[in-house]
């Protein structure tokens, strides 16, 4: 069953200042989360304290994860009106924290041109359980992949079997998400984030590597794990439809989102992950304008929008537990769970706001 609204239904409801990207705006708010990077770095330089030196550390990788928002603004052209600008911010943004911009655009514009799709979907790709490997298993049905997922996304670990060292990878020239007509800024990317790294060595081997761990390494790799589970909170879950080639569109496919609850981060990460499911229809609205965008569109969408009002915490035990491979539904995949005593769970029941697809 397809909605009953088209794509320009739902742009009509938003008011047209909610597609149109304040350069200024956007600025303020990536001069906002330097400051606290700074303030946060000052701190952690300041204090020996470990009950300090923890919740510092973490701030600082949540705020590695507000600047990576700022540069995905970017690179969706919704940070400014200018290609120019939206390249440089992409650029100055994605390179302190170790992201090649132009090869993340690219597999990340391929996320957007699939979601949902059980072949092409580039992240979190469901599987059916025949054709779930061990190693997937291993990562998923554990957690594991929350800690390590982002690095091995970038190496070219994409959806774990199909993994190519030479066409995969984000870092690499010859990589399959290559475009000749971005030659000067992807090489510009990949010299930021070679610069960067040789920076993060030169000051390890200055200051020895528990200074390396304590500034560099451990909010690196907090970062990367908010990135990865918001990813995964964003797209996997018991109610999230998943399509085949015969069911999917590309709107079906956008809506395949859940919009979640990350308390106080809401609004420090940039609503990355509460106001989700109006950016996959729109992706050129700005951050600052999905909670707009998203209220007026909500009447439209109506049993199609995806929303959980639980803290976010209780969604992911749910969904590791509940959602392992996908079964052929009624015009969808359904999400299963291997194990038995979990065979049909879906966790507690949605909250009254909660909605599901109607089929």
């Not at 190519?164 to 030659?183: E, F, M, T």
């Not at 700005?286 to 209780?314: I, M, N």
């Amino acid at each position: 069953m397809d909605p009953s609204f088209t794509r320009q239904d739902l742009k009509t409801a938003i008011p047209d200042r909610c597609f149109q990207p304040d350069t200024g705006r956007s600025f303020a708010y990536l001069v906002f989360d330097l400051v606290l990077i700074a303030l946060c770095y000052w701190a952690l330089a300041h204090t020996s304290a470990w009950y300090f030196e923890a919740p510092l550390i973490f701030m600082l990788g949540t705020l590695f994860w507000s600047l990576f928002v700022i540069g995905h603004d970017a690179g969706h052209g919704a940070f400014s009106r200018s290609r120019l600008v939206n390249t440089a911010v992409g650029l100055a943004t994605h390179g302190p924290i170790l992201v090649p911009y132009r090869g993340w655009q690219r597999s990340h514009a391929m996320h957007h041109m699939k979601t949902g799709h059980l072949q092409e979907e580039e992240v979190f790709r469901a599987t059916r359980a025949e054709q779930n490997p061990l190693s997937r298993k291993i990562l998923f049905r554990s957690g594991i992949f929350v800690l390590i997922g982002w690095p091995m996304y970038k190496l070219g670990f994409r959806n774990i079997k199909t993994y190519d060292p030479i066409k995969g990878s984000h870092y690499l020239p010859v990589s399959d998400l290559y475009a000749s007509h971005v030659k000067a800024s992807w090489y510009a990317g990949l010299a930021v984030n070679a610069a960067c790294l040789a920076l993060y060595i030169f000051l390890g081997a200055q200051f020895g590597w528990g200074f390396a761990l304590k500034y560099i390494i451990a909010p690196y790799f907090i970062y990367a794990a908010w990135l990865t589970f918001v990813t995964y909170m964003q797209h996997v879950a018991p109610e999230v439809p998943v399509y085949d080639s015969q069911d999917w569109n590309s709107l079906k496919g956008a809506l395949a989102s859940v919009d979640r609850n990350y308390g106080p981060f809401n609004w420090l990460t940039h609503n990355i992950g509460n106001l989700h499911v109006i950016h996959h229809i729109f992706p050129t609205i700005p951050h600052y304008r999905l909670q707009e965008a998203t209220d007026a569109a909500r009447p439209v969408l109506g049993d199609w929008y995806l929303k959980s009002d639980r803290f976010v915490l209780a969604d992911f035990v749910r969904t590791l537990i509940g959602c392992h491979f996908v079964e052929q539904g009624d015009g969808k995949e359904v999400w299963k769970s291997a194990y038995p005593f979990a065979a049909n769970y879906s966790g507690p029941k949605p909250a009254p706001s909660d909605s599901v697809p109607a089929e």
